[in-house]
């Protein structure tokens, strides 16, 4: 019988080995939550933003609702829903993250000192930026935080929506949600936060340092590719595709690049394009975010 890796085994001494990353990115995310969002009314998206919210409301009626503990209820609730599909590791996975993020969320809060009067763009930016941090370290190590996420898979699961178009729509909805509570100023800079959040969050889970594969179709190719290999200082791939409208075979040139490269190529294909040739633009923007270093995970 022909030996068979043993995944589940290899997943579990993964996370475990990445279990300090993970308690990391989470304590950073909550004190950057403690320290810069929830002081200052900033309802950044996600289960922290609605738990932002509602703690909000309930201070004003005087009852005191941690942010912390309502992250870990709710993103609970909604682990029972997708755990069937996600699978026993998927589930440790999620819980780990989000019970971690909510504790620290929670132990920082007597402890941290918020910027007294500040203006919302400070608190805004840097709130996304360090939370941003956070979660990508997390997310590199293989973990999640549930909130957004997992609720954009219970939705997608049951209508034809895609999951990152979900998640976006409820994070926006969370943002607008909190106008009525703190303001619209608020929820404007509540959404600079969350997409300065996300720019971080790609940053540090791909490295920093985006790729590009570029997928070239033209009746140049040898120059093309020969220009490439000698001009760009770039391996490539060719290999054949069959055109379904017309069924002829046409090969095709597969290269990796950096951004500053990408306009380099595109001159390249420009020069020597006929016709027949394809410039690159839309394929490579369908195959972007190819890490250049590879991950542990």
């Not at 829903?81 to 909510?102: D, I, N, S």
């Not at 209508?159 to 509570?181: F, K, N, Q, Y």
């Not at 303001?183 to 404007?188: D, R």
């Not at 597969?254 to 020069?271: A, G, H």
């Amino acid at each position: 019988m022909a030996y068979r890796l043993d995944i589940k085994r290899i997943l579990s001494m993964n996370f475990f080995h990445d279990l300090p990353q993970i308690m990391l990115g989470c304590a950073l995310a909550a004190i950057a939550t403690d320290l810069f969002l929830i002081p200052n009314g900033l309802a950044a998206g996600g289960v922290t933003g609605l738990a932002t919210i509602i703690q909000a409301v309930g201070a004003a009626r005087g009852v005191s609702l941690p942010v912390g503990i309502q992250t870990i209820v709710m993103n609970a609730l909604l682990l029972l829903v997708v755990m069937r599909e996600g699978g026993m590791f998927y589930v440790v996975q999620t819980a780990t993250g989000f019970v971690l993020l909510g504790f620290f969320t929670d132990l920082f809060a007597p402890f941290v000192a918020p910027l007294a009067d500040a203006d919302l763009m400070l608190p805004a930016m840097w709130g996304g930026i360090i939370t941003g941090i956070g979660y990508g370290m997390v997310l590199r190590a293989g973990a999640n935080t549930g909130g957004s996420d997992t609720i954009g898979q219970i939705i997608s699961r049951n209508t034809s929506l895609p999951v990152g178009s979900t998640v976006m729509a409820i994070d926006v909805a969370v943002c607008a949600l909190s106008a009525p509570v703190f303001s619209i100023e608020n929820a404007l800079y509540a959404g600079l936060s969350m997409v300065i959040s996300g720019y971080v969050i790609d940053a540090v889970v791909d490295g920093g340092n985006k790729r590009r594969m570029v997928l070239i179709i033209s009746d140049k190719f040898p120059d093309i590719a020969a220009d490439i290999m000698y001009g760009l200082g770039r391996g490539c791939t060719k290999f054949k595709a069959t055109g379904m409208y017309s069924g002829a075979e046409k090969p095709v040139i597969m290269v990796i690049v950096s951004r500053r490269e990408l306009n380099t190529l595109k001159t390249i294909v420009r020069e020597l394009r006929k016709p027949s040739a394809r410039d690159s633009r839309t394929l490579a923007r369908r195959v972007d975010c190819v890490p250049s270093k590879r991950r542990s995970h």
